[in-house]
């Protein structure tokens, strides 16, 4: 299991919700089902709506998965990452802390997941 804290100025005060790890479902969908008011639009990627920042609240090391190809051309798009973050990302195998929420799958990890209620702001 994985506690999952969301901070946004929407929330009166942040919520902690547990997701099972390795689950296929999005940190999108763990939002939704637990009521949590994270934008998002188009659930694939595309828009960047869902930009949330993710800060590991565990003392191992980060896990969250790489990346994609669509993850990347948007996050760059929308001004959240520098091309030498992402080289980093894939260099040295260490997830950045911008992500769409839309993307990032939860792993066995406790994660404090922050957004500003506004699409496309964190």
């Known amino acids: 299991m994985a506690n999952v804290t969301f901070s946004s100025p929407l929330l009166p005060k942040d919520v902690t919700v547990y997701a099972v790890a390795g689950d296929t479902h999005t940190l999108l969908k763990v939002a939704q089902k637990n009521k949590i008011p ?16 993710v800060v590991s609240l565990s003392d191992k090391p980060f896990m969250a998965q790489d990346l994609s190809e669509k993850e990347r051309a948007t996050l760059l798009a929308a001004g959240k990452l520098s091309k030498a973050e992402i080289e980093e990302a894939v260099v040295n195998d260490k997830p950045p802390r911008y992500r769409l929420a839309c993307q990032y799958i939860v792993r066995d990890e406790d994660v404090l997941v922050k957004f500003s209620g506004e699409p496309g702001v964190v």
């Open 38 to 53: 994270l934008p998002f639009e188009c659930e694939d990627g595309n828009c960047g709506s869902c930009v949330i920042e």
